[in-house]
């Protein structure tokens, strides 16, 4: 951690005159950086000077230096995210969640209702998801919903019920808490905690979130760019948390045929420039159910670790989210299809499993 810090290459003005560059060079070491110049002339006459500043502070802002008299252009070299830069660890990390290893050589599956509605219908997902070779179990308790007159969750009841069945069924439990205060009862209920794309930039949150030391799923903001979604997994490890799993869950585009726009490029630049797992929800991603198994297919073909995926009993009776879950029987049909595509990417999928097998492999 100690190398740190912002880096940057500035391209003056052409023709700037020396003394307005001493002036810029001035500044960048009032800033603290470490000024070498020039790097280099050029433009098409060779007229612009360009020089590297290294050393400022991670923080620092480099608008700045663009707004100094005299500067044409800045680049920043350095990420200003360090804790989940894979330049700073090379290695894949493994986020352990109660046992399960997420991000190793596993493709590890999420699945459930989008909201935990009634014990049967927990119940029923839970043992056909694991049954599927699921290893966690969903279900929202406290629902971030666009209209404040929708069902907003059953609250703790479903937090209990929600790992209740994943008890009985041999599963972990992720669920989401929408704000600080509810942080404490999740945790007492859940293996991980759910970050959902509303709050992704709900900075408090992620900072409390970090301190329960609980794996946290951080699911990426609808208009956060990589970078935002990285700066906010930063927030959370800065708590000494490093359990932190990305999910790509949809962005906001110009397109409408889609509820959201699944940004796949997203999984690879993110696979590359840090080590945590990253995870792809179709579900939220497509909105659409017949677009759900297609687009989960190619998750694990682009290279996520995981999938995080809405299934339900009866999902035209759904609470929440009923049109881009799957049928229990096409979330099976889905795993195994995902299990061929892991096949062909050097991975594995947890097998489907008849209940006593499972039952006997969680004991
Ligand atoms: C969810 O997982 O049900 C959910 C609300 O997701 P997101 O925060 O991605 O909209
Ligand atoms: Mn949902």
New binding site residues.
Partial sequence: MERAATDIVVVLEAGAAPAVAEGVVARLRGYGFEVHRPIGRMGDRGELTVLSAVGAPPDFDIRHVRVLDGVKDVFRVTSPYKLAARVWHPEDSVVDVDGVPVGGPEVVVMAGP?AVESEEQIDAAAAAVARSGARVL?G?AF??RTSPYAFQGLGVEGLRLLREAGDRHGLKVVT?ALRSSQLEVVARYAHMI?I???NMQNFPLLTEAGRTGLPVLL?RGMSATVEEWLMSAEYVMAEGNSGVVLCE?GIRTFETATRNTLDLAAVAVVKQRSHLPVFV?PS?GVGLRDKVTPLARAAIAVGADGL?V?AHPDPPAALS?GPQSLYLSDFAEMMDQVRRIAAAVGRTVAPALEEDERVAAAA
């Fill in positions: 989008c969903r929202g629902k971030p989401e759910q959902g794309a509303r699911k869950r929800d939220h995080l809405e989210d």
